[in-house]
């Protein structure tokens, strides 16, 4: 019931952009046709035809943002020159007139419709009868039902023609050259590069440090008692046994830090019961929800681990916080790992730690963000491609 529900509202809502995305569009296509009047006396001034052709990029620029986010349109390419976008202008005129038509008719019969269900309840004559008449009869209401039915479905049919209309034209006059995508392409892969290095040039620090800190400091240890036990024979029995604590102690450094560089149960066991991982070694109550319909590739399901297993160092380290939720879903050929606390927020997006998940997280070609107002909670999310 409840996902019925939620399909409903959805469906009012993009019902309700549509129609304020033609209704918008309508307004601007009566004002581009004065627009384009004045634009095609001006072009005949040499000296007024580079305003022109910035008036047009700008006018484009306006048009492409609604139909980006009212009409579902897809992000075309940047406007390149006035010549494109004045094109784009005049053909979308047709278009936005043709949108406000339909809505206008749909208005229309819609308020047809509910003044003569209200002049047949009241008992009262129509009010859009230019003349006195009887009140609405049951067998009018009848008669009309079915034809008013069908017209509704065409108006609404011809609402989403010109939608879909409206974005063809986005895409196919202001789309992205080739040349324009290829340099799209070249600038995303350097940025990739970048994230990688970086990304590497991190981890080597963070090992490099558990491994100073933590192992080295116990490998001196061990070695000292060892060398105490060889220069004192009578304390010999104790000092290897402190040794052997110590070793016990560097081994369990070692599992640390293999673990933190890449757990053996991500190939074994998969996402799922890595993540069960965290939880266990977590100093505070972890929640986890995994669901996947398929185990994503290694590449995707190392970095999912990592930006799990790192949000939820960094909430039990400096957030305060009591609990963390985490959720990690499948949603289509995009795999989504979200970690909430409820801490006290005010988490830096560009500090050292998440930046480093940041740059991790653009290395697999995914994208990240981080919400941590004062006061909290903080959400910290990774979308990674899986295809």
């Not at 939620?6 to 033609?22: E, F, I, P, S």
């Not at 601007?28 to 305003?51: C, D, E």
């Not at 970690?339 to 927020?345: E, L």
């Not at 697999?364 to 990774?382: E, K, L, Q």
Request: charge should be positive; include cysteine.
């Amino acid at each position: 019931m409840r996902a019925r529900d939620l399909r409903v509202d959805h469906v009012l809502k993009q019902a309700v952009r549509t129609a304020a995305g033609l209704a918008l569009g309508t307004v601007s296509a009566l004002a581009h046709v004065v627009a384009l009047v004045v634009a095609a006396v001006a072009l005949l001034i040499p000296q007024a035809r580079p305003g022109v052709a910035a008036a047009a990029v700008r006018l484009a620029e306006l048009e492409r943002r609604r139909v980006t986010a009212l009409l579902r349109g897809v992000e075309a390419g940047s406007v390149p020159d006035g010549g494109r976008a004045m094109r784009y202008l005049v053909a979308r005129v047709p278009a936005g007139l043709l949108g406000g038509t339909i809505l206008f008719l749909i208005g229309f019969g819609l308020v047809g419709a509910a003044t003569m269900l209200w002049s047949w309840l009241t008992d009262t004559a129509w009010v859009l009868d230019h003349q006195p008449s009887e009140p609405i009869t049951g067998r009018v209401i009848a008669l009309n039902v079915l034809p008013g039915i069908v017209l509704l479905y065409l108006g609404l049919t011809g609402a989403a023609g010109v939608a879909r209309w409206e974005r063809a034209l986005l895409r196919r006059l202001l789309a992205a050259t080739r040349e324009e995508q290829l340099a799209r392409r070249v600038e995303a892969l350097a940025e990739s590069r970048a994230a990688v290095v970086a990304a590497v040039d991190d981890e080597r620090r963070r090992i490099e440090r558990d491994l100073h800190d933590g192992v080295q400091q116990r490998v001196v240890a061990l070695g000292m008692l060892l060398g105490r036990a060889r220069r004192h024979p009578e304390r010999a029995t104790e000092l290897v046994e402190q040794a052997h604590e110590e070793a016990q102690r560097v081994l369990t450094d070692l599992r640390d830090v293999s673990w933190r560089i890449y757990p053996a149960v991500l190939d074994t066991g998969g996402l799922a019961a890595a993540l069960d991982s965290v939880a266990e070694r977590a100093p505070l109550p972890v929640r986890i929800t995994c669901t996947l319909d398929v185990e994503p590739p290694v590449p995707v399901r190392a970095a999912a681990w990592f930006v799990v297993c790192e949000a939820v160092n960094n909430a039990a380290k400096h957030s305060a916080a009591s609990a963390v939720t985490v959720a990690v879903r499948g949603e289509g050929s995009i795999l989504c790992a979200e970690v909430r606390d409820d801490g006290v927020g005010g988490a830096d997006p560009a500090g050292g730690g998440l930046a480093g998940l940041a740059r991790r997280v653009a290395a697999a070609d995914g994208t990240f963000s981080v919400s941590s107002p004062p006061g909290g909670p903080t959400v910290v999310r990774a979308e990674l491609p899986c295809a």
